[in-house]
């Protein structure tokens, strides 16, 4: 068997395409009002859900998330790049959270977005939702609030910098 310390969310993770709609539509979809009104900051419907997963363009963003067997989404990223800047929403299921999977959908995002040459990584969301808050201040975000809701911003290094971040952690460690 292998030691759970050797395992990471992130190595789980994968892309989601075009064939994946219906599946991510379901995830949503599975997510309670509370939960509803957190990853997408209001109240949204059925159809509301609908309508922004099939507005989705895989071709320009980027889906990813673990799955626990066919088409069966414990957590999503999407991370939608702008010409400097690129927003990031998640979400995690109830029974996947407290285990890291967000922290790893997160850190998955910034990897991304150093790839493609993102300046800066943008996180909107409702002051309440504590598992992001958290997210970004481990992060070292800058993190703004206003009428209950939030915005984080990180700076990406590039993935120079991020390797040289990971090889100094690593030697400090």
């Given at each position: ?7 990471d ?19 949503f ?18 159809s ?66 150093s ?37 984080a ?5 590039t ?15």
């Open positions: 068997m292998i030691p759970p310390r050797i395992l969310w992130v190595a789980l993770i994968e892309q989601l395409q075009e064939g994946d709609r219906e599946s991510l539509c379901d995830h979809l599975s997510l309670d009002q509370d939960d509803r009104r957190l990853r997408f900051g209001l109240p949204v419907n059925d509301h859900i609908k309508r922004y997963v099939g507005e989705i363009d895989f071709d320009r963003s980027f889906v990813y998330g673990v799955r626990r067997g066919a088409g069966d989404w414990l957590g999503i990223g999407h991370l939608i790049p702008g010409p400097n800047d690129a927003e990031l929403g998640l979400s995690v299921l109830p029974d996947a959270r407290g285990h890291g999977l967000g922290a790893a959908i997160f850190r998955y995002a910034v990897g991304q977005a790839r493609q040459g993102t300046e800066r990584l943008y996180m909107h969301f409702l002051t309440t939702n504590r598992a992001i808050l958290s997210i970004a201040r481990s992060a070292g975000m800058q993190i703004g609030s206003s009428g209950g809701e939030s915005d911003y990180l700076v990406v290094p993935p120079d910098e991020l390797v040289q971040l990971l090889i100094t952690e690593r030697d400090t460690a």
